[in-house]
């Protein structure tokens, strides 16, 4: 297990509404990043927080939105919900430490937009 | 658990057999290359990672092999055991406007028969 784990496992929202999804980070580190993993693809990055800022954003419009506490918990925010934003959200913590860092994932959370 | 990757190329192997999992990679600035391994309803488990610098480490019963030359990376697992039974996706990993970018491969299902 890595110690990261995600909240809920599954949610089933309707087209629209807005979602909260939450991580608790493996103790120690500092870093935090959010993938949307659709069907049959690999997890596709929609950004990162390191000490409760974010410093990368892949290409996902601004109604994803993020947190990362003191604690280095963080959250997961989207907006006005669409069909395609069903999938497996994972996040994955990590320390980063002179320039080197290896993510750990958290089992995700399922959403179904309908 | 739900399945990850219904539409992903397939390798099928015999238990006990050695497995090579390929994956081409699309950046040649790459710092370093991790090998996740995903279950169904699960997130992606960090297997080995190996830096730009090196061509070839070791772990237990796991291989991974750099050719940066031909942007190929590949895990050879050996002795295949049905728990190997997974996605196993390769990531690369190199430095963005000052965070580490992490990008996924397409990813290879490895089905292991008795």
């Known amino acids: 297990e890595t110690g990261v784990t995600q909240s809920p496992t599954h949610l089933i929202k309707t087209r629209g509404q807005q979602v909260t999804l939450r991580c608790s980070s493996q103790?120690?580190?500092?870093?935090v990043s959010w993938y949307q993993q659709a069907l049959g693809q690999g997890p596709q990055f929609i950004f990162q927080y390191y000490r409760e800022e974010e410093n990368g954003r892949g290409n996902f419009p601004p109604r994803f939105s993020g947190l990362q506490f003191p604690n280095y918990s963080s959250e997961l925010n989207v907006n006005a919900l669409e069909l395609d934003d069903s999938a497996l959200y994972l996040c994955?913590?990590?320390?980063?430490?002179?320039?080197?860092?290896?993510?750990?994932f958290g089992p995700g959370t399922r959403l179904l937009v309908l | 658990g739900e399945s990850v990757g219904l539409h992903l190329p397939t390798l099928s192997v015999q238990e006990g057999d050695n497995s090579i999992i390929n994956c081409a990679y699309s950046?040649?600035?790459?710092?370093?290359f991790i090998w996740y391994k995903q279950e169904s309803g699960k997130g992606p488990q960090f297997i080995i990672d190996?830096?730009?610098?090196?061509d070839k480490r070791q772990g237990q019963r796991v291989t991974v092999l750099l050719n940066k030359t031909v942007k190929h990376l590949s895990l050879q697992i050996a002795a295949t055991q049905p728990g190997d039974s997974a996605v196993y996706f390769c990531a690369e990993i190199f430095l963005s406007g000052g965070y580490n970018k992490l990008i996924f491969g397409a990813g290879t299902r490895l089905a292991v028969h008795p």
């Open positions: 190996i830096r730009s610098n090196m």
């Open positions: 103790s120690g580190h500092n870093t």
């Open positions: 994955a913590s990590s320390l980063w430490d002179r320039g080197q860092e290896t993510q750990y």
């Open positions: 950046n040649s600035a790459s710092d370093y």
